[in-house]
Structures are given as C-alpha cells and as structure tokens.
C-alpha cells in the first residue's frame, strides 16, 4: 500500500503546483490576487468553492466521527451543506454588489469605520489560522498512515505548496486548482465506496451494530500508543507483545471479562471475530447507542448548538466569503451559491458512509482513537493486499491530499489577503506574496507542535466563532439599516469573544466536565444570540452615529444588477 499511496500523493502533490503555475499566466495585478478580478464564472466558482470548503473535516473527520459516536454527528455533514441555503438567502449577492475586496472591507463600506476594519481583520485572522490548522495536521496524519512517514512531513509538504501557490498566484491561481481538487475529492471516495459496498455485499451484508458490540472481521493487529484502559465482556483469546496488567507478556493469553491496562508500545493481536473492547474516553457509548440520538437535555442542547453553528457558520467564513467577490455580479454569485448546494450535498453522502463501513472493517479504531484515519484504512481493510485494494488505498490517499491543499489555499488567501491590505502593506501585488508567507508560517508552527486534537471538532469550533461574529454582521449590516458601527463592534467583541474564549479553553485546557464542558466545546447556542442582541442593543442606543449616506449603501446592496448596469 505504501509505494501505491505514495506515487499517489506524489502526482497529486506536483498537479497542484502544475495548475498553480499555469495560473500565474493570468495573476498581474492586485485585482487577479485578491478577488481573481471579478471574472470567475458560476460554474468554475461553485465547483472551486467546493474544493477549498471540502477540508480534513469534510473528508477525513465526518467518517471518523460517525464511526466513533454514530447517528449523533450526522448533523455535520448536514449542516456543513445547508449553510449554503442561509448564504444563497441573506448575503451572497448583496455582498458582491457592496464592491468589497475582503470582510475587512465590508466593514469600512457599509459602517464607515477603520477601527471596526481593524477588529475584522483580527478575526479573519483568527478564524483563518484556527482553520488551517487542522489542515496541517491531517495531512500529517494522512501521510502517516498510508506511507509511515512521520506526521511532520506532511504537514510542512502541504504549507509549502499551499504557501507558494498562493504567493505566487493568488486568487487568480488558486481557483483552477480548487475547482480541479473539488472533481478529484469527489472521484476520491465515490470509486472506493462503490468497491466497498460490493465487498459489504460479498461478505453477507454482516451487521454494523451486532447486539454484542463491534466485532473484528479478521484477524487485528492493534498498537497501543498511550497507556490504555480497556473493558472485556466476555472471554477473549488475544496475543500480546508488552506489559498487560503491569505484567509482561510475549504470547497467547485469554482476557476474562472486566477491566485490563496495556502500556504504550504493547501490540495485541485479535483473531477473527473477537469482540472489540470498549476503550474509556474512546468508545464509551453502549452497541445500541451508536444508531440513537442523545437521550439527554445536555445531548439535545450540543445538537442545537452544533446546528447553529455548521448552519450560520458557513456565513461567516473568510475564505468562503471571498469566493463571492470573484463573481461579476450579484446574480452570478446567486447562481454560484445555488450550484455549490448541489456539489456538497452530492460529496456529503459519502463520507458519511465509510465511517458506517468502518464499524464493520475497521473496529480496532475504536480503540485507538485514530478515528479520523478510517477513510484512509477501509479500502485495505476491506478488500486486503489486492491490487485492487492498494489501488483505491491510494485513490483515498490522493483525495485526501487535494482536501487538505485546496482548503489551505483558500485559507491563506483569505488571510494573505487582509494582512496584505491592512496589516503589512497597502494591497500591492508585493504586499500580498510577503503577507502569504507569513499567513502560511503560523499555523505550519502550530500544527508541528499540536498533532492529537479531533480534526472535526477544531474545525466546528472554527464555525462556532464564524457564526458567532461576522454572521450578525452580514445579516445586520445587509438588512438593517439601523446598524451602527459601535453596534457592530461590541456584538463582534461580545459573541465572537465568547467563542473564541470557549474555543481556546477546549484546545488547551481540555473538555470540561457537566454543563461547562457542553457550553464551551459547542458554544454557538448563546454566544450566536447573544452576539445579535448586543449588536442590536447598542446599536439603538447609538442610533446617532449611523453613517450619513446610509441610504445610498443600502441601494447599493440591494439593487438589482440590471439597475447597476
């Protein structure tokens, strides 16, 4: 599988660069860098909005998670994919008829206000790099997985493409490589799905929630790479290599049903059919829990915060956003909005389904925690040594790659773009390739440093300030003339704050515990209202600072295009 997968990444890896330098022909001015000079079609838009909002999260973190907690988590996918109803509704062509560059930009146009321009670009900036890294680190993983390299080598291979790309090429660049890595994620996984569900079919359609637990379907090896508490519950023949039960052991033994301990660097081997052990922390919840919804008021409060935010976080994400701009009007970033629906509805059908295989091939996941890495393991696991199996092995591992390059491209871009304008330079051609370099350097740090957190949950929570933030602006600033720039700021400082505070104390300190560990790991059920209520509050009570030509910008954002002509 190695060599395949590596060959893999490899092409998909130098077709990247090849596109990005074709695309240099066409970057000259600020214009191409920035917003691709307003040119973009529809078609190419949609199908490169796809490639860069299809990341880690969408290709490697939905299996995982449905692997790992089952019906629960179905609503990522569905929400990732409805956020483009809210866009299509509420702000997509209003805001490319406002004529802005970036959100930065919004803000000084519609509110008049260089210091909220400044706070903007504080959060691009953060929700940017929150963003990316993940990225990094699953392309770390990926790496690690299909070849053994180590996990810094494809993190540093995916920020140096990405960084010299975007550099070099801006958005001008970068949108045919995006709408190219959209077609090659798509054909990524739809190809080994269809292989999969034949295997599925082969082996008797066995069930993926036995009444006794997740069973291996053949024989397992499983390395332990932290110490590891596991439960049995019925007696189960294991080989080990290492320290089981404080004792060390080179061979066959029976596990009785309770509790065990395994040392980091034991490796246990299971015969086909045994029982897979539950895992605290891991695999906590019962067979039976894995195809029902969460029973309790604490379960039913994270699915509506998780709702919010997948659903207004799309609205207020940087690099989906100025995608928009790219478009010549406001109806074609209608057309655009309304195009993309479709190509990620279509993409999130199938993730979704290997993280339902992975609990038939893959169960020592479970185990493990290595959830995130079952898309890349079900094709092997499933179909074996064949060439077959090495081959789509590869396939997965090369679309797993364009996810984690495209995403990173819009990303840099996004933040490459307000740095270059309001951070280090005034929006030159030279100010953007500087401003890229540094925009790629931040979060390549990060992601070295941070290669154990849950890839979809860094990124909910990246959605969580998203719609915590520039979501109340949009929303506000493009349907309510009574909005103030003061207004704006505090419902920025207050509900993006709040998110971002909870984001920052679940990455480093760790989930809480009750209802402070549910508030905080999914905090978009109040800090999104809270953020509307003070922006609306302050607002009112400083109605005399509204700008003096307010009428005149809402005309702008409203009109129709045949009017504008």
């Known amino acids: 599988m190695s060599s395949y997968s590596v060959t893999a990444v490899v092409l998909v890896t130098l077709v990247t660069v090849a596109i990005g330098i074709y695309g240099l022909r066409f970057a000259r001015t600020t214009s191409d860098f920035l917003v691709a000079s307003r040119m973009v079609s529809p078609t190419w838009n949609a199908a490169a909005i796809g490639g860069e909002y299809l990341s880690a999260a969408s290709f490697l973190g939905v299996a995982g998670l449905v692997l790992k907690h089952g019906v629960d988590v179905l609503w990522y996918p569905v929400g990732f994919a409805a956020g483009y109803l809210a866009l299509l509704l509420f702000v997509a062509a209003p805001l490319r008829r406002s004529g802005a560059f970036t959100l930065p930009d919004f803000c000084e146009v519609r509110l008049r206000s260089k210091r909220l321009r400044k706070l903007a670009t504080a959060f691009v900036m953060f929700i940017g790099w929150l963003y990316l890294v993940p990225q990094l680190q699953g392309a770390g993983l990926t ?66 929630t036995a009444p006794d637990g997740p069973r ?80 309790h008021s604490q379960d039913l409060f994270a699915t509506y915060s998780l709702i919010l935010a997948t659903f207004l976080g799309t609205m207020g994400l940087p690099h989906v956003l100025v995608r928009f701009y790219t478009n010549p009007d406001g109806a074609a970033a209608r057309r655009t909005t309304l195009v993309v629906l479709g190509l990620v509805g279509v993409f999130y059908l199938t993730p979704t389904l290997y993280g339902v295989l992975g609990r038939i091939y893959t169960p020592q996941l479970l185990m493990t925690g290595n959830t995130d890495a079952v898309v890349l393991l079900l094709p092997h696991a499933a179909l074996g040594g064949s060439v077959t199996g090495r081959l789509l092995s590869a396939l997965v591992a090369a679309g797993a790659f364009a996810a984690f390059l495209s995403a990173s491209s819009g990303l840099l871009t996004s933040v490459a773009g307000v740095l270059s304008t309001d951070v280090l330079g005034h929006g030159s051609v030279r100010d953007f390739r500087r401003s890229a370099l540094v925009a790629g350097v931040v979060p390549l740090v990060l992601a070295l440093f941070v290669s154990s957190l849950d890839v979809s949950q860094v990124v909910g929570l990246a959605f969580a300030v998203a719609a915590s933030s520039f979501c109340p602006l949009l929303v506000l600033g493009i349907w309510w003339r009574g909005l103030t720039a003061l207004g704006a700021a505090a419902g920025i400082v207050a509900g993006g704050g709040a998110a971002a505070f909870a984001v920052l104390l679940t990455v480093l300190g760790g989930p809480l515990d009750g209802w402070a560990g549910v508030l905080t790991t999914q905090p978009a059920a109040w800090s999104v209202p809270l953020a509307f209520l003070v922006m609306i509050l302050v607002s009112l009570l400083t109605r005399h600072r509204l700008p003096a030509d307010v009428g005149a910008i809402m005309l702008r954002l409203h009109a129709p295009d045949a009017l504008r002509m």
């Open 216 to 295: 291996f379907a053949a024989a397992t090896t499983v390395a332990i790479d932290h110490p590891t508490r596991l439960t049995v519950a019925e007696p189960t023949e294991v080989t080990v290599r290492g320290v089981l039960d404080d004792a060390p052991l080179a061979g066959p033994i029976v596990l009785t049903p309770g509790e065990h301990t395994a040392t980091k660097g034991t490796v246990l081997i299971f015969s086909q059919a045994a029982a897979v052990p539950r895992v605290s922390a891991v695999s906590d919840d019962s067979p039976a829990d894995w195809l029902l919804p969460g029973q």
């Open 143 to 208: 790496l690690r997985t299909v070849t053994g390299a180590p996990y810094a080598l494809g993190a540093l291979l995916v920020g140096v493409v990405v960084t010299l790309n975007v550099a070099l090429g801006g958005m001008r660049s970068i949108t045919f490589v995006q709408a190219f890595q959209y077609w090659l994620k798509l054909t990524a996984l739809a190809i080994p799905f269809v292989f999969l569900l034949m295997q599925w079919q082969h082996d008797g359609r066995p069930a993926l």
